[in-house]
Protein backbone atom coordinates (compact mmCIF):
# COMPACT_ATOMS: atom_id res chain seq x y z
CA UNK A 1 0.00 0.00 0.00
CA UNK A 2 1.62 3.35 -0.96
CA UNK A 3 1.75 6.78 0.49
CA UNK A 4 -1.40 8.59 0.26
CA UNK A 5 -3.48 4.97 0.66
CA UNK A 6 -5.74 5.13 3.83
CA UNK A 7 -4.51 2.41 6.44
CA UNK A 8 -6.63 1.19 9.33
CA UNK A 9 -4.55 -0.80 11.65
CA UNK A 10 -5.38 -1.18 15.59
CA UNK A 11 -3.70 -0.39 18.11
CA UNK A 12 -1.58 2.17 16.32
CA UNK A 13 0.65 4.59 17.42
CA UNK A 14 -0.48 8.12 17.40
CA UNK A 15 2.94 9.93 18.45
CA UNK A 16 6.05 9.79 19.60
CA UNK A 17 6.95 12.30 21.70
CA UNK A 18 10.64 13.90 21.93
CA UNK A 19 10.18 14.31 25.69
CA UNK A 20 10.05 10.67 25.68
CA UNK A 21 13.38 10.24 23.98
CA UNK A 22 14.70 13.03 26.26
CA UNK A 23 15.54 15.52 23.72
CA UNK A 24 16.31 19.02 25.33
CA UNK A 25 16.47 22.22 23.84
CA UNK A 26 18.66 25.21 24.43
CA UNK A 27 19.40 25.42 28.47
CA UNK A 28 18.21 21.63 29.02
CA UNK A 29 14.72 22.53 28.92
CA UNK A 30 12.22 19.69 27.56
CA UNK A 31 10.88 20.01 24.02
CA UNK A 32 7.43 19.16 23.72
CA UNK A 33 7.04 19.65 19.87
CA UNK A 34 6.12 15.92 19.44
CA UNK A 35 7.51 13.70 16.35
CA UNK A 36 4.48 12.08 13.99
CA UNK A 37 5.96 8.78 13.68
CA UNK A 38 5.20 4.88 14.10
CA UNK A 39 7.26 1.59 12.68
CA UNK A 40 7.57 0.84 8.85
CA UNK A 41 6.18 4.42 7.58
CA UNK A 42 6.39 4.98 3.95
CA UNK A 43 8.13 8.29 4.03
CA UNK A 44 9.57 10.27 7.23
CA UNK A 45 9.93 13.77 6.60
CA UNK A 46 12.38 15.65 8.33
CA UNK A 47 12.01 19.42 9.02
CA UNK A 48 15.19 21.59 10.19
CA UNK A 49 13.75 22.49 13.22
CA UNK A 50 10.15 23.81 15.34
CA UNK A 51 9.62 27.43 14.11
CA UNK A 52 8.87 29.46 17.33
CA UNK A 53 4.68 29.16 16.86
CA UNK A 54 5.26 25.56 16.08
CA UNK A 55 6.75 24.81 19.00
CA UNK A 56 3.58 26.70 20.81
CA UNK A 57 1.56 25.07 19.51
CA UNK A 58 2.70 21.65 19.41
CA UNK A 59 2.68 21.62 15.75
CA UNK A 60 4.79 20.85 12.72
CA UNK A 61 5.18 23.57 9.89
CA UNK A 62 2.45 25.99 11.89
CA UNK A 63 3.40 29.07 10.66
CA UNK A 64 0.64 30.50 8.27
CA UNK A 65 2.95 31.20 5.15
CA UNK A 66 4.81 27.82 5.80
CA UNK A 67 3.81 25.72 2.31
CA UNK A 68 4.49 22.11 3.75
CA UNK A 69 0.71 21.20 4.17
CA UNK A 70 -0.56 23.14 0.62
CA UNK A 71 2.53 21.05 -1.33
CA UNK A 72 2.17 17.61 0.72
CA UNK A 73 -1.61 17.78 -0.41
CA UNK A 74 -1.03 19.21 -4.02
CA UNK A 75 1.24 16.96 -4.71
CA UNK A 76 -1.11 14.04 -3.91
CA UNK A 77 0.45 12.77 -0.61
CA UNK A 78 -2.52 13.91 1.46
CA UNK A 79 -6.06 13.79 -0.20
CA UNK A 80 -7.40 17.21 1.51
CA UNK A 81 -5.20 20.11 2.86
CA UNK A 82 -4.44 19.27 6.09
CA UNK A 83 -4.35 21.42 9.04
CA UNK A 84 -0.82 21.75 11.27
CA UNK A 85 -3.43 20.16 14.02
CA UNK A 86 -4.55 17.15 11.97
CA UNK A 87 -0.89 15.98 11.88
CA UNK A 88 -1.77 12.49 13.49
CA UNK A 89 -3.57 11.87 10.65
CA UNK A 90 -0.28 11.32 8.52
CA UNK A 91 0.03 7.96 10.37
CA UNK A 92 -3.14 6.39 8.43
CA UNK A 93 -1.04 7.31 5.37
CA UNK A 94 1.93 5.64 5.81
CA UNK A 95 3.37 9.19 6.72
CA UNK A 96 5.72 10.65 9.39
CA UNK A 97 7.42 14.03 10.95
CA UNK A 98 10.66 14.69 13.15
CA UNK A 99 13.24 17.66 13.26
CA UNK A 100 17.10 17.36 12.62
CA UNK A 101 17.50 20.07 15.66
CA UNK A 102 15.26 20.50 18.65
CA UNK A 103 15.45 23.68 19.24
CA UNK A 104 12.96 25.99 18.54
CA UNK A 105 13.95 29.54 16.69
CA UNK A 106 12.57 32.35 14.60
CA UNK A 107 14.91 31.17 11.61
CA UNK A 108 16.67 28.25 11.03
CA UNK A 109 19.51 29.81 10.10
CA UNK A 110 19.92 30.79 14.21
CA UNK A 111 20.91 26.95 14.54
CA UNK A 112 24.81 26.48 14.81
CA UNK A 113 26.27 23.84 13.01
CA UNK A 114 27.40 21.62 15.50
CA UNK A 115 23.36 21.13 16.56
CA UNK A 116 22.63 20.23 13.08
CA UNK A 117 25.39 17.55 12.63
CA UNK A 118 24.00 16.31 16.06
CA UNK A 119 20.69 16.40 14.45
CA UNK A 120 22.04 14.19 11.60
CA UNK A 121 23.25 11.11 14.19
CA UNK A 122 20.06 11.32 15.94
CA UNK A 123 18.14 11.10 12.74
CA UNK A 124 20.25 8.01 12.05
CA UNK A 125 18.85 6.23 14.91
CA UNK A 126 15.40 7.34 14.50
CA UNK A 127 15.55 5.89 11.24
CA UNK A 128 17.41 2.57 12.21
CA UNK A 129 14.61 2.29 14.94
CA UNK A 130 11.58 3.06 13.16
CA UNK A 131 12.48 1.79 9.19
CA UNK A 132 10.89 4.21 7.20
CA UNK A 133 11.28 3.05 3.27
CA UNK A 134 11.94 6.59 2.74
CA UNK A 135 13.26 9.62 4.59
CA UNK A 136 12.41 13.45 2.67
CA UNK A 137 14.95 15.85 4.48
CA UNK A 138 13.15 19.61 3.90
CA UNK A 139 16.05 21.89 3.14
CA UNK A 140 19.06 21.06 0.97
CA UNK A 141 21.12 23.93 3.26
CA UNK A 142 20.39 22.04 6.64
CA UNK A 143 21.30 18.45 4.95
CA UNK A 144 24.27 19.50 3.41
CA UNK A 145 25.26 20.59 6.83
CA UNK A 146 23.69 17.98 8.80
CA UNK A 147 25.94 15.45 6.81
CA UNK A 148 28.64 16.99 5.44
CA UNK A 149 27.42 16.82 1.71
CA UNK A 150 28.61 20.13 0.71
CA UNK A 151 27.24 19.96 -2.96
CA UNK A 152 24.27 18.10 -2.32
CA UNK A 153 21.19 19.36 -4.10
CA UNK A 154 17.42 18.43 -4.63
CA UNK A 155 16.22 15.61 -4.95
CA UNK A 156 17.21 11.94 -4.86
CA UNK A 157 21.07 11.01 -2.70
CA UNK A 158 23.06 8.20 -3.73
CA UNK A 159 23.69 7.94 -0.09
CA UNK A 160 20.82 6.09 2.04
CA UNK A 161 19.96 6.48 5.64
CA UNK A 162 20.25 3.12 7.53
CA UNK A 163 17.78 1.53 5.16
CA UNK A 164 15.84 4.39 4.12
CA UNK A 165 16.24 5.87 0.63
CA UNK A 166 17.06 9.56 0.88
CA UNK A 167 15.51 12.69 -0.34
CA UNK A 168 15.92 16.05 0.01
CA UNK A 169 13.25 18.22 -0.69
CA UNK A 170 12.87 22.70 -0.94
CA UNK A 171 12.87 24.09 2.32
CA UNK A 172 8.44 24.97 2.61
CA UNK A 173 9.27 27.93 4.56
CA UNK A 174 7.32 31.10 3.56
CA UNK A 175 11.10 32.57 3.57
CA UNK A 176 12.02 30.52 0.47
CA UNK A 177 11.78 32.70 -2.21
CA UNK A 178 13.43 30.10 -4.59
CA UNK A 179 10.33 27.97 -4.88
CA UNK A 180 6.79 28.55 -5.70
CA UNK A 181 3.91 26.31 -4.17
CA UNK A 182 3.99 25.25 -7.46
CA UNK A 183 7.57 24.21 -7.82
CA UNK A 184 7.70 22.52 -4.01
CA UNK A 185 4.70 20.76 -5.09
CA UNK A 186 6.57 19.41 -8.12
CA UNK A 187 9.41 18.23 -6.22
CA UNK A 188 7.18 16.34 -3.85
CA UNK A 189 5.67 14.84 -6.55
CA UNK A 190 8.31 13.45 -7.87
CA UNK A 191 9.63 11.64 -4.45
CA UNK A 192 5.79 10.13 -4.32
CA UNK A 193 5.93 9.19 -7.45
CA UNK A 194 9.34 7.04 -6.20
CA UNK A 195 7.52 6.10 -3.26
CA UNK A 196 4.27 4.13 -5.42
CA UNK A 197 7.19 2.97 -7.93
CA UNK A 198 8.90 1.28 -5.27
CA UNK A 199 5.51 -0.45 -3.63
Keep these: MGAGAR ?31 K ?20 QHFARPGNRFWPAL ?21 GLGITNLAARPTA ?11 AGGERLTEVVREYRPRFVAIVGVTAYRTAF ?10 DERIASARLWVLPNPSGLNAHYSLAALA ?14
Design 148 to 157: GRKTARVGPQ
Design 186 to 199: EVFGELRSEVAQAD
Design 7 to 37: RDRPGRVRLHRLAARGRRGAGGGRVTLPDVL
Design 107 to 117: RADELADEELR
Design 73 to 93: HLSGFTPRLLKPSEQDELLDL
Design 39 to 58: PGLDVLFCGINPGLLSAAKG
